[in-house]
């Protein structure tokens, strides 16, 4: 009985999905998350700390009083001694906190996820001739209570930023497996990379609360009215190359970060099963 009610209160959080403004919910946050008046901060810190209970003993501040604001709470910086450390492995490593949602394969150009839908990459990251086919991939969820900036899963170079506009549906497990094509139909900051014998792609998904995704070095990509460089493509061969392990972007609140890499050998970690917690350093994917 407990599961039959489960799955009606999600079919009706879907539903409100389609009746709810999302992007003004989000707007509001985007405002409240950045009160910095002393009172108000600390409340809604206090109350989001102890709604998603979490601990701060594995971040840098560890006082509550040491954020100015809420969004300054969500996007805390790790204290890396509570991760493993970076080794010279010729491998594949998280790039977050989070919740493994799906992993396999690319079989020509779509992959399956939640063992029901069927994603497209080309409508994923908005590319029709991608090098993704027959390659590989793995969905990691965050939750609000996880860490919410992302790292390089491996050495390579930036080549290309978009920004793709879409709805902010949430992308908690339960709507990646109630809405179809959920993924390619929210917002998404795709993040393409070359390496010295293969392609990756990064594909970090906005949802309701997460009206903002920011790129360390360049700052806020959405929303477009608060982005400081207008273009998306990188010609700056300077600020190209980023290492193992590098802080690259983060978010507000959490979201999805899904990893497309080309066709190559290896082979999954034991570890990389879906639904198992995964931390940022974890290896993902050996390469022979």
Partial sequence: MKEIIKIILHELKITLFYIIPLRLISRITFFLARIENRFTKKIFIKTYKRFFKIELDEYQKKNIDD?????DFFIRELDFNHRKKLDDERNIISPCDGTISGFGEINDSTFIHAKKHKYNVSELINEKNHKFSNGKFVNIYLEPKDCHRVYMPCDAILS???NIPGCLYSVAPYASSGIKNLYSKNERVVLSFESESFLMTIVMVGAVNVGCISLTRHGIITPKKYRVNKKNDINDKKIQSYKKGEEVAMFNLGSTVIILLSDMRGKWNDNIVTSNKILI????????
């Fill in 281 to 288: 350093r974890d290896e993902i994917f050996k390469l022979n």
């Fill in 160 to 162: 290309k930023i978009t």
């Fill in 67 to 71: 954020y100015k604001n809420l969004d």
